[in-house]
């Protein structure tokens, strides 16, 4: 499904969601409830409702913590992200991965997914800023809740922790299975009980321990 078509059948108006969903029932993670791996981001995090107050009863799974350049860099290169590929990333925050793809390859197409109100009103400022309507489709929605496969996506890109990755798990196997040449890398977080076809360990970082990259197929997974 190209791009339009899926911004058409979405239809989403970010900045309406934001100012209608109620907030409080939208809280997510403090700091100190993240895992020890995942260190601060680097600069500054726009606002978010994500980051404001617990996770649990939530519908979020993972807090926002934005890649660093070199790691987004390195997993669009270790996903052999190429112009004729449709590019997927869900919880994708700010969609810096998907800006930095399509400012690498104008001619390739991009979807993300994101729940939270305010980055999703920010994304959406973003790809109107930047001309980007016609290789950017943005669905403000819960992830668990997209048919991947109907989207066309042939490789997809996610950081997320373990629990939403394994959550996961049946509509990667679905879309992997079914679109040829496709596949998912995740960062730093394995998908829980399958076997990556490649890992990769990102060095420039300055972080501690270094992200590591992992990329799944349908080969690699049976």
Same mark, same amino acid.
């Given at each position: 499904?190209?791009?339009?078509? +899926?911004?058409?059948?979405? /239809?989403?108006?970010?900045?309406?969601?934001?100012?209608?969903?109620?907030?409080? @029932? *939208?809280?997510?993670?403090? $700091?100190?409830?993240?895992?020890?791996?995942?260190?601060?981001?680097?600069?500054?995090?726009?606002?978010?409702?994500?980051?404001?107050?617990?996770?649990?009863?939530?519908?979020?799974?993972?807090?926002?913590?934005?890649? $660093?350049?070199?790691?987004?860099?390195? #997993? !669009?290169?270790?996903?052999?992200?190429?112009?004729?590929? /449709?590019?997927?990333?869900?919880?994708?925050?700010?969609?810096?991965?998907?800006?930095? #793809? !399509? #400012? =690498?390859?104008?001619?390739?197409?991009?979807?993300?997914?994101?729940?939270?109100? *305010?980055?999703?009103?920010?994304? $959406?400022?973003? +790809?109107?800023?930047?001309?980007?309507? &016609?290789?950017?489709?943005?669905?403000? @929605?819960?992830?668990?809740?997209?048919?991947? /496969?109907?989207?066309?996506?042939?490789?997809?890109?996610?950081?997320?922790?373990?629990?939403?990755?394994? =959550?996961?798990?049946?509509?990667?196997?679905? %879309?992997?299975?079914?679109?040829?040449?496709?596949?998912?890398?995740?960062?730093?977080? #394995?998908?829980?009980? %399958?076997?990556?076809?490649?890992?990769?360990?990102?060095?420039?970082?300055?972080?501690?321990?270094?992200?590591?990259?992992? &990329?799944? /197929?349908?080969?690699? +997974?049976?």
């Amino acid at each position: 499904m190209h791009v339009l078509a +899926i911004s058409a059948r979405y /239809t989403p108006d970010a900045i309406a969601i934001a100012m209608d969903m109620d907030m409080d @029932a *939208l809280a997510f993670a403090r $700091s100190d409830e993240l895992p020890n791996d995942v260190g601060p981001p680097a600069g500054p995090v726009i606002q978010t409702v994500v980051n404001t107050k617990p996770l649990q009863d939530t519908p979020f799974v993972a807090p926002f913590v934005p890649c $660093s350049p070199p790691t987004v860099a390195a #997993a !669009l290169d270790f996903a052999a992200v190429a112009p004729g590929d /449709t590019l997927l990333d869900l919880g994708c925050g700010d969609a810096r991965i998907l800006f930095h #793809a !399509l #400012a =690498k390859h104008p001619t390739l197409q991009c979807v993300g997914v994101e729940l939270d109100p *305010l980055l999703a009103q920010y994304i $959406s400022q973003q +790809i109107h800023a930047r001309h980007l309507s &016609k290789h950017f489709a943005f669905i403000p @929605a819960d992830m668990y809740t997209i048919d991947i /496969t109907e989207l066309g996506a042939t490789v997809a890109i996610l950081y997320l922790l373990t629990p939403g990755i394994a =959550k996961l798990k049946p509509l990667l196997s679905t %879309w992997l299975n079914a679109v040829h040449g496709s596949r998912v890398v995740t960062v730093t977080y #394995a998908i829980p009980d %399958w076997q990556p076809a490649d890992t990769m360990l990102v060095t420039g970082t300055h972080t501690n321990p270094a992200p590591r990259l992992f &990329k799944y /197929t349908s080969e690699s +997974i049976r």
